[in-house]
């Protein structure tokens, strides 16, 4: 009995000497930075930023690896089966929640495979049509596709884009009948509605911006409840339609695999705030087009469970399915 005494008296003399290990400095190797789609666009504008200021902020190199595929399914899968060690972030867009609505099987779960880190921007989407288009206002547009159904043709970037989904909601909430031209890449896209190829589209404003300033597009409204700081002049959708309600801005999330530590969340959700209030972000985000967020990981994540219920009424009014 006294000789179990001892024995546990000796353990626990042991233990108390052994110094405790110490979790690794977080970050001590490069990180990924995961974007849905490919380089060009709006959302891979914005990874770059970031990522440069998270080199400078984190002492490691951020890598941008974009992963185009599947509509935004690709980049998600990625994500959710990486290491949830805090060496993958991921930039996604509303695709993360659309596509559970979109396609009747995906490989990951938008909430239950992924920690958010923050909320990070937001963009409108602008209704452009080529120099030649026979409609100057929303409403001309509206009167011409009624006298002409579905001989109006519009591009996007892909089923279930952004593009495609704001000008599905618009044409819905419009009651008028246009045909769906979907392209794979935005330079094609772009392309084809300067040269008059396809009539209309609903791209973000970062990426349209040049083109609509240089006269190579003709913007006709903004999709999001309040008018663009970078194009002040233009009008709402619900405005110039006058179709209350109407609402479709494009946001940008950060999020981490599931399981990543609270503590790597934490970091990186510091790190991608300061960055986000850095004068020299605020200003070039602004002349952009881009509308600065940024939130707590809490929130980022109400946020998008709320999203869900949103694009699936959406897909489901519109009809839309996954090519």
């Keep these: 009995m006294y000789g179990n005494k001892i024995l546990s008296g000796m353990v626990v003399v042991l233990f108390a000497g052994t110094p405790v290990a110490q979790a690794a400095p977080y970050p001590e190797k490069p990180i990924r930075f995961v974007v849905a789609f490919a380089a060009g666009g709006s959302i891979d504008l914005l990874a770059r930023q970031f990522a440069q200021k998270l080199t400078e902020s984190l002492g490691q190199q951020v890598v941008v ?19 949830p060690d805090g060496y993958t972030i991921y930039i996604c867009a509303p695709s993360l929640v659309v596509n559970a609505a979109l396609y009747a099987k995906i490989p990951y779960d938008p909430v239950r495979d992924f920690a958010p880190v923050t909320l990070l921007a937001s963009v409108q989407n602008a209704l452009v049509a080529y120099p030649g288009f026979g409609a100057k206002s929303v409403k001309e547009l509206i009167a011409l596709a009624k006298s002409k159904p579905g001989q109006i043709n519009y591009a996007s970037t892909g089923s279930g884009s952004s593009g495609h989904l704001v000008m599905e909601m618009f044409r819905v909430q419009a009651g008028i009948d246009m045909t769906h031209v979907p392209y794979k890449t935005i330079g094609q896209t772009t392309a084809d509605l300067i040269s008059g190829q396809v009539s209309l589209w609903f791209p973000t404003i970062p990426g349209a911006l040049p083109h609509i300033k240089g006269g190579r597009m003709r913007v006709l409204a903004v999709a999001g409840a309040k008018r663009s700081p970078a194009l002040p002049d233009t009008p709402t959708v619900a405005e110039a339609a006058a179709l209350p309600g109407f609402d479709a801005t494009t946001w940008y999330a950060v999020l981490t695999p599931a399981g990543t530590p609270k503590d790597i969340v934490a970091k990186l959700n510091t790190a991608f705030l300061r960055a986000l209030h850095s ?12 509308e600065s967020i940024g939130s707590t990981p809490e929130q980022a994540a109400t946020h998008i469970r709320s999203e869900l219920p949103k694009w699936a009424k959406v897909v489901k009014e519109a009809g839309v399915r996954a090519d």
Excluded at 279 to 290: C, H, I, N, S, T
């Design 279 to 290: 004068p020299d972000v605020q200003a070039r985000l602004a002349a952009q087009g881009v």
């Design 65 to 83: 690896d974009n992963r185009a595929g599947a509509g935004g399914n690709l980049s998600a899968e990625i994500t959710a089966r990486s290491a």
